[in-house]
């Protein structure tokens, strides 16, 4: 299984982000796992911003819960992530990621069985 992140490279601020991580190698359907998004800003550390499972529940970072909804496409085989009123603070790395076990706020990446490459946002005008 490959995770691959993808969108858009630049955002406005107060604008909505909008990214996808796209699954290979097997289809979503039949892998009971739970799907999650982290970031980087620059300089700083991993940040966990929240997870869907298999069945479609959803857990957010208390800090970005407001903001942030994340989605399963099982058709295209996809995880979408939704950052809405973004802000140069949203500026990092956004990386998927997928587990057996849900582990909530989870960042090491040895806690995931698949990691994605990572793709970066920047917020600015």
């Known amino acids: 299984v490959q995770l691959q992140e993808s969108g858009p490279g630049l955002v406005k601020p107060s604008q909505t982000l909008s990214l996808s991580c796209t699954v290979s190698?097997?289809?979503?359907?039949?892998?009971?796992?739970?799907w999650a998004w982290i970031r980087q800003p620059p300089g700083k550390g991993l940040e966990w911003m929240g997870v869907?499972?298999?069945?479609?529940?959803?857990y957010y970072s208390p800090s970005l819960k407001s903001r942030t909804s994340i989605a399963r496409d099982t058709s295209n085989n996809q995880v979408t992530l939704t950052l809405r009123s973004v802000t140069p603070e949203d500026t990092a790395v956004y990386y998927c990621?997928?587990?057996?076990?849900?582990?909530?706020?989870?960042?090491?990446?040895?806690?995931?069985?698949?990691w994605g490459q990572g793709t970066q946002v920047t917020v600015s005008s």
């Open positions: 190698g097997a289809s979503m359907a039949t892998l009971f796992y739970y």
């Open positions: 869907i499972s298999y069945s479609g529940s959803t």
């Open positions: 990621a997928a587990s057996k076990t849900l582990i909530l706020g989870a960042t090491a990446e040895n806690l995931y069985d698949y």
